[in-house]
């Protein structure tokens, strides 16, 4: 059974940095494509980034150049490092293993960013 554990979630203030970071168990971590999605009080969750087993990377259009996502494949994990934070990014983020059939979902960690 595949499990995502997200964490490094917390407070910080505009212009700040986090790391998140994920540890997946449970399946071949280095063949599937993961990604990182947020939820935001009111709203749907929406796509954020994603990288391929090949490590190529994809953002939505508000992150670009102020986060990156990476992966690395021998300890099953996966960061989404977000700098120059907004109060526009707070959200829950949650870590997913891309897969045809329907993805795999972690619990969620919470990202605040005060003004």
């Known amino acids: 059974q595949v499990q995502l554990v997200e964490s490094g979630g917390g407070l910080v203030q505009a212009g700040g940095s986090l790391r998140l970071s994920c540890a997946a168990s449970g399946s071949i971590f280095s063949i599937f494509a993961m990604g990182w999605y947020r939820q935001a009080p009111g709203k749907q969750r929406e796509f954020v980034a994603s990288?391929?087993?090949?490590?190529?990377?994809n953002y939505v259009d508000s992150v670009k150049g102020r986060f990156t996502i990476s992966r690395d494949n021998a300890k099953n994990t996966v960061a989404l490092q977000m700098n120059s934070l907004k109060p526009e990014d707070t959200a829950v983020y949650y870590c997913?293993?891309?897969?045809?059939?329907?993805?795999?979902w972690g619990q969620g960690t919470q990202v605040t960013v005060s003004s």
């Open positions: 990288i391929t087993s090949g490590g190529s990377t």
């Open positions: 997913a293993q891309l897969r045809s059939r329907g993805n795999y």
